[in-house]
């Protein structure tokens, strides 16, 4: 019998997204079908740091989109971030141990089929166009999204 696991990612912060990341990798490697379902600052895991023009935008969305997050590298500690500094510590322990990078994680829950979805209210009103998203994020409603949730094994909300 197959397994499901289905994330809700709502934070928009690093160190939750590596936790998610994580999860998600290994529970593929268990064999584990995976869903993670991006709403609100979760959204900034998933923006193509490549992408994002501003065209076919309000004012709003346009200066949103230059204040925030431009994809994985660019998020914010959820704790002790402290302007940067908090991050920048984090990541050169990371690079001492040898753990791979939040983008490394993302790249490898991609390859190893992780289904990932957006959530298409958080998607409009954030100003976000689905070309801004990594290819790989199908939106979807709230509705689709807990259908796929209801049907899951495991449950978790970061």
Request: aromatic residues 10%; proline residues 4%.
């Amino acid at each position: 019998m197959n397994k499901k696991m289905n994330i809700l990612m709502f934070s928009g912060d690093y160190d939750k997204a590596l936790a998610a990341l994580v999860l998600a990798n290994s529970a593929r490697e268990l064999e584990v079908d995976v869903t993670m379902f991006f709403a609100f600052w979760g959204l900034f895991l998933v923006r193509d740091p490549e992408k994002g023009g501003a065209e076919d935008k309000s004012l709003y969305e346009k200066m949103f989109g230059m204040v925030t997050p431009k994809g994985p590298e660019e998020l914010p500690l959820s704790k002790m971030n402290m302007a940067g500094l908090g991050k920048y510590m984090l990541l050169e322990m990371m690079e001492d141990d040898k753990t791979p990078s939040l983008t490394d994680f993302l790249n490898g829950a991609r390859k190893k089929g992780v289904k990932f979805y957006g959530c298409k209210l958080s998607v409009d009103v954030m100003g976000f166009k689905e070309d801004e998203l990594i290819p790989e994020v199908k939106v979807i409603t709230a509705k689709e999204y807990l259908a796929d949730a209801l049907n899951s094994d495991l449950q978790l909300f970061i």
